[in-house]
């Protein structure tokens, strides 16, 4: 769908700032929001590293936005510092609880508040889904996913077909506008996608391939194509 202009600094920073007010998982007022050529960039101070992650989420949602610099710095506040004896413990009951994290073959180290993850799991599913689990925890300053996904021998065309199927399932992607390349358990995706969410699916599609190791991003956000 063609769109009549591309959309100014000026609108798409006015916007990001009224997405962040209405976003009730942090302080609006704490984000200073600038925009150049569709490119934000967030600056100031936030209480935990969740609400670090809130307010890209928060930027990416509108429309005209490409890219997130995220300087945002976690300052945790008095009642919610935690010893790192008490993350890491937290780490582990979260790891334990989440269904979708194999937690047996993850472990965490913590040093000031910042989680370390390491170990080995099947699935890069499995690996940012370990990440997701503990970055919204109080005390944690910030997360190092180094989880490393097992390799297995699988055909690259194979992988490929199971990612461009998955992809053509869903009838709000558009697949024949990214190219999928892959080669020892790497799967570079390239070409256009119309939103940031639309990304973050094509994303999420691909963690879940098979024998799929790390992911080069190379799409762009263009909602005007």
Known sequence: MLATAVRSDVDIQQDVQRELRWDTRFDKAQV??????????????????????????????VVGVLDVANDLQVKLPGGAQKTDLEVAKAVRHTLEWDV????????????????????????????????????NL???????????????KVQPMEVRKKIEEALERRADREAENIAIEVADGSVTLSGRVHTWLEKQAVLGTVSHAPGVAHVHDKLRVDPFF
Not at 101 to 114: A, C, E, L, M, N
Not at 120 to 131: C, I, K, N
Not at 141 to 147: A, E, L, P
Request: proline content about 1%.
């Open 32 to 61: 200073g929001v600038s925009v150049k050529n569709g490119v934000v960039a967030l600056t100031g101070t936030v209480e935990s590293y969740g609400k670090k992650w809130a307010a890209s989420d928060a930027a990416h949602r």
């Open 138 to 152: 109080a005390g944690v300053k910030g997360v190092t996913n180094s989880i490393l996904v097992r390799e297995k």
């Open 100 to 135: 979708f994290v194999p937690d047996q073959k993850i472990r965490s180290t913590v040093t000031d508040g910042w989680v370390t993850l390491e170990g080995d799991v099947e699935y890069l599913r499995q690996r940012e889904d370990a990440g997701v689990a503990v970055r």
